[in-house]
């Protein structure tokens, strides 16, 4: 079965760092496209960053380009989010989701494509950045 575990969430002060983990199972950790997402309460998720297996291809949300990195150690089975230069609307709940049929990752961003449910997205880790 398909698992994601989200984790390192925490408190860090605005301009400071925090990396975030999601490990995998469940699949081949060869044909993927992982994503983060992040939920305020009340709010839309809003997508924040992609990695497709395929071609390495990566997706940055505006708001978070040049500051946060995503990476994959294969070995690990785990996809992480660096976050850089944290700011107050940082402040969310992150959530990493999967989908084996590894899309291009503008593809999930501009509607055109989505994420299964379920098993297919971890349980979410709480960032919280004071200002």
């Known amino acids: 079965d398909v698992q994601l575990q989200a984790s390192g969430g925490g408190l860090v002060q605005a301009g400071g760092s925090l990396r975030l983990s999601c490990a995998t199972s469940?699949?081949?950790?060869?044909?993927?496209?992982i994503g983060w997402f992040r939920q305020v309460p009340g709010k839309e998720r809003e997508g924040v960053s992609c990695i497709r297996s395929k071609d390495g291809s990566t997706y940055y949300a505006d708001s978070v380009k040049g500051r946060f990195a995503i990476s994959t150690v294969k070995s690990e089975k785990t996809v992480y989010l660096q976050m850089n230069n944290v700011k107050p609307e940082d402040t969310a709940v992150y959530y990493c989701?999967?989908?084996?049929?590894?899309?291009?990752?503008?593809?999930?961003?501009?509607?055109?494509?989505?994420?299964?449910?379920?098993?297919?997205w971890g349980q979410g880790t709480l960032v919280t950045v004071s200002s």
């Open positions: 469940g699949f081949h950790f060869d044909g993927y496209s």
């Open positions: 989701a999967v989908d084996l049929f590894a899309r291009p990752c503008e593809l999930y961003y501009s509607g055109r494509a989505s994420y299964p449910g379920g098993d297919y």
